[in-house]
């Protein structure tokens, strides 16, 4: 069983920075791993995913402003958010998987609030 941990959220003010950390507790090589989204009275959403390959791909409303990364060696994904919204306010979750056995994986939410 993997667990996943993220950490880096906060209170920013628009237009400020800040970035997220997921670490797992088993290896992640090859595995896709992305952040989800969930704000208040909506459905969580899908924010970015990288492959385990490498591959990249954002919804277009932070294309641009946000990165994510991997680093396997550290069993670790990032999400970097820049130029920050308030419509980015929302609690943040790690998702990977599936793994070899076909489980999808989920952190505890780390909370993101932009205020204008």
């Known amino acids: 069983q993997v667990q996943l941990v993220e950490s880096g959220g906060g209170l920013v003010q628009a237009g400020g920075s800040l970035r997220l950390s997921c670490v797992a507790s088993?290896?992640?090589?090859?595995?896709?791993m992305a952040w989800y989204r969930q704000a208040p009275g909506k459905q969580r959403e899908l924010v970015a995913a990288v492959t385990g390959g490498g591959i990249t791909n954002y919804v277009n409303s932070v294309k641009g402003r946000f990165t994510i990364s991997r680093d396997d060696p550290k069993n670790t994904v990032y999400l970097q958010m820049n130029s920050l919204k308030p419509e980015d306010t929302a609690v943040y979750y790690c998702?990977?998987?599936?793994?070899?056995?076909?489980?999808?994986?989920w952190g505890q939410g780390t909370q993101v609030t932009v205020s204008s």
């Open positions: 088993g290896t992640m090589f090859r595995i896709n």
């Open positions: 998702n990977a998987g599936p793994d070899r056995y076909g489980l999808n994986y």
